[in-house]
T-cell receptor, first 115, second 115 residues
Framework: NAGVTQTPKFRVLKTGQSMTLLCAQD?????MYWYRQDPGMGLRLIHYSVGEGTTAKGEVPDGYNVSRLKKQNFLLGLESAAPSQTSVYFC??????????????FGPGTRLTVT | AQTVTQSQPEMSVQEAETVTLSCTYDTSESDYYLFWYKQPPSRQMILVIR??????QNATENRFSVNFQKAAKSFSLKISDSQLGDAAMYFCAYVRQGGSEKLVFGKGTKLTVNP
């Protein structure tokens, strides 16, 4: 059981480039989330999904897009990277329908630097 | 909007002693959950303890316990018999029951454990 995995672990982009971060979970969880973590800011929710084919905006969605084509995968896209998107990105998942839905399992994070 | 405040950016404790990390939150909801997450230098987010708002009894997990004061909207974490491995960032988090399980995080407290 790998839990929640994220690809890649590190990435450096130039301003204006695009990239996609992949999150995969093997726990059959319905809910998936993307957060960003900046120094002194804690974690902030970018987008989330409550099921395959559905996505919704979180607290800081601007500049990002997401897709959930398969239940186990949640992709985060940056169409035109900006230095303000330099951050550590975390994916998380949780199981719907029970109290366990409120416990999120996190991936190891992706450190993204935009120059 | 719900907010979570951790007023101590940094704390330190001597090995084997006890330390308490503070967290307050603002909500008009009556049904919610509170969490403490630990983030060691590896960046992995680890769930430490969970408290359901409808439970009066404070949650405990081995050396970790909470002091949940619902009326005061306070949720502190006590670590007993501190160990070097407890050194990490600690994040307090809130989620409204029925709120698509979206966590709201505080900005974190960096805990140093001195040998």
């Amino acid at each position: 059981n790998a839990g929640v995995t994220q690809t890649p672990k590190f990435r450096v982009l130039k301003t204006g480039q695009s990239m996609t971060l992949l999150c995969a979970q093997d726990m059959n969880h319905e809910y998936m989330y993307w957060y960003r973590q900046d120094p002194g800011m804690g974690l902030r929710l970018i987008h989330y999904s409550v099921g395959e084919g559905t996505t919704a905006k979180g607290e800081v969605p601007d500049g990002y897009n997401v897709s959930r084509l398969k239940k186990q995968n949640f992709l985060l896209g940056l169409e035109s990277a900006a230095p303000s998107q330099t951050s550590v990105y975390f994916c998380a998942s949780s199981k719907a329908g029970t109290i366990l839905a409120y416990e999120q399992y996190f991936g190891p994070g992706t450190r993204l630097t935009v120059t | 909007a719900q907010t979570v405040t951790q007023s101590q950016p940094e704390m330190s404790v001597q090995e084997a002693e006890t330390v308490t990390l503070s967290c307050t939150y603002d909500t008009s909801e009556s049904d919610y959950y509170l969490f403490w997450y630990k983030q060691p230098p590896s960046r992995q987010m680890i769930l430490v303890i969970r408290q359901e708002a409808y439970k009066q009894q404070n949650a405990t997990e081995n050396r970790f316990s909470v002091n949940f004061q619902k009326a005061a909207k306070s949720f502190s974490l006590k670590i007993s018999d501190s160990q070097l491995g407890d050194a990490a960032m600690y994040f307090c988090a809130y989620v409204r029951q029925g709120g698509s399980e979206k966590l709201v995080f505080g900005k974190g407290t960096k805990l140093t454990v001195n040998p």
